[in-house]
């Protein structure tokens, strides 16, 4: 899982713990979720702005359950991660997406939030949805087949990430997330 970094001195309290304690969470379960001798991502830089707190766009995103959110609106602490992809259950994966560092492991990552979904509301997590730029549809196939307790959010239409300025890259002709998870409470981004 993404590492939640703490990106403020004047990040709170409470909500440093929640996010130290969401990340333990994680490391404590021995989950991995990126399959062995695939290249590792590095930290490129490309979040640094989201050490200031950013507002949250107030962007309309089509769920999984077939509500539409938007994570500027909702209470309590929101955890999003964002995923390049999910395949099919019957999709052979090329060997071209294995070479992109930190591309592979979308479903582990998407198991790992729904398998530890009930520590994360102990710790005072009031929802958590995965984003990609997929379609609803592609996702509905994903949320039904790994059996998640969450709503995954399209942003088919790039509009959540652009707004927030969050990394993205080409892939077959298809613009896709980077892998990041956001913690959101107020309607900012507090860790990233």
Partial sequence: MTR??????????RNLLHCNDIHS????SGQDVTPPNLPVPEDDGA?????THPAVPSVSLKATDQSVVSLSELP??????LY???ATAHEDIPESWNSIPGARGCSPQ???FRDNLPSLKQLGVTQVFGLSTQSTDYQKEAHDRLHLAYSLLSDDKLEFIQALRLPTFEWEGRTLSKRITLAIEGGKVIHH
């Fill in 84 to 86: 390049p992809r999910t």
């Fill in 76 to 81: 309590g602490l929101t955890i999003v991660f």
């Fill in 110 to 112: 998407a198991c790992s």
């Fill in 47 to 51: 979040c640094d702005h989201l050490y």
């Fill in 25 to 28: 969470i994680y490391e404590q």
């Fill in 4 to 13: 939640l970094r703490h990106i403020s001195s004047k990040t709170s309290p």
